[in-house]
């Protein structure tokens, strides 16, 4: 009791000592001009909000619960998942507004996959994933604007031409691993966004590119009611590639080998396995799925500009994958719906999303520190399944 | 090998055969594993030269050694793929000859015929050295969760996979209890027995090192300083000599010490 006493007076001195600057002052306008306002109540509101936190959060024991579910019932749940979402537009509560925000959501699921290839599969931790994200949405603009290609070609352009950027960016990180390797790839999501800001007379700058043309099927153009439902089945169609791709790469000997790099370099060195190819095809797997994924959300939104590409992207898509759980296909899911889905449906909160956002990773990472679903489906095996 | 002003082994020359093994001996620090880091492209060599069959070792990287010369080794800590299934570590160990006929993932995409062929026989391979280890049991089971002694045998066997025609074990009895260290002795004998392998064995068990080896050469402080038969070995006065300059008398090879007794 007295232990549980102490820790809750250190973690609330903690809190105090962080809010003193962040919540104690506040700079006040006045006649005079600016001055700044004690607000010593605040301060002492978190203390006792911190403290009374981990006095209950110690007593509490969280449960351990393991979502141990047997691997054909997770199969079956995927394609019950499939299922729904291809219903989706059919169902009598899809309205447009519906549709719109599971096309969204598709699309940080389709990112999610995409870079658990990066991260859960080849254990790179690659902080600078929009960049990918970004550089399919502007080929797709620029094909389409200079050489007026249509978006089923400019589709797998923008594919490979985000997996060069992959290769690109792989090169100068190869020795680099964990944190190291994450701050590079920061700074290369951050350049590739400067230089679409400052490239003006190719990207347009900050204004962006506008009047990005919508896509047709065989030469059939949509109105717009009709063109939220056909890019909600061309997001689910290109969702549903990667993650196939994902489940047929982990059981490949590629997929092996990206999962044995992950656990222990040097061994793989030892087995012959080149850890160099390795990488450079995770990281060019990887920014294809974002690059295809970005030049869908060009041809969606009709507008792009250097905003929509900020560091903020690349955190929300490594938060999905990390609070998922790494490696599993429908963890993926359920955080995409969690972190970009809810959100958007309270709008009206929009200004304490951010808040929501860290109490969402804080309990996940008390409760569940490996993602909301982990456990790992040996990718062969000799026996039958359990 | 140097590492600065240290020279971690200089001038060791010795040579290793099929159906033989060849055990490495010596104190603490004698420069045993960089012989091994060097030999396997780990480290590369400050000066010298280094062949197997004629292939010049120092020039090519760690993973091109292993491929290309067909030199396998375990490590001193174990080093598996411990979220990994024992299937899945002895898998990855196939990986060259998969994704040839994966035709770098393509085939195996498309599922093709060739590739699924191809897998089978990986299987098959992994399975023969899984009997051989007594690991069947264990194909499915996560190799983190193995006692260390299996953990052992499971990076043997991974190492055999790749098809060697050297295998470079370090201290593979390291922590073992006398009943698994008697097993792996007899795993090694047979291997010796049945398999055209060159073996060379560090080992700091004098029972494991008397008992299976052809040969031995003896390092201490980065130099050669005896080679011969495991009889001869027993009775040279160097090695003896070098032993005993050791404070740590578990390093003291039993038989060593009984000789310097009488
Ligand atoms: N990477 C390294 N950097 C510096 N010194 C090293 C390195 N590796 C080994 N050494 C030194 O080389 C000597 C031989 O070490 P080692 O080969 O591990 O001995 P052992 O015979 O016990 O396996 C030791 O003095 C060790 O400190
Ligand atoms: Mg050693």
Redesign the pocket.
Known sequence: MLARLKSALLAGLAAALLGLPLLGFRLTDSATGLSLALRPWWVAAAFGVVMAGRFVMDGLRLPDIQFQAPHDIRRQAGLGLTLFAALLPLLPFAGRNVVDMATMVLIYVMLGWGLNIVVGLAGLLDLGFVAFYAVGAYSYALFAQYFHLSFWICLPLAGMLAALFGLVLGFPVLRLRGDYLAIVTLGFGEMIRQVLLNWQSLTGGPRGLSGIPRPTLFGVTFTPEARVIFLYYVILGLALMVNLLALRLRRLPIGRAWEALREDEIACRSLGLNPTLLKLSAFATGAMCAGLAGSFFATRQGFISPESFTFMESAVILAIVVLGGMGSQIGIVLAAVLLVGLPEWFREFQQYRMLAFGIVMVLIMLWRPSGLLSARAPSIRLGPAP | MR?GG?T?IAGVSFQAHPNQITAII?P????????FNCLTGFYRPSAGRITLNGLPLERLADHQIARQARIARTFQNIRLFPMMTVLENLMVARHAPLMKASLFSVAGLLGLKRYRDAEADAIEVARRWLDRFDLTAFADTEAGALPHGKQRHLEIARALCTDPVLLCLDEPAAGLNPRETAELTERLADLRRTDDIAMLL?EHDMSVVMGVSDHIVV?DHGRKIAEGSPFEIKRDPAVIRAYLGETDDEALPPDVAGDVAC
């Open positions: 590492f240290l971690a010596g603490n620090g004698a420069g045993k594993t960089t012989l560090i390092l």
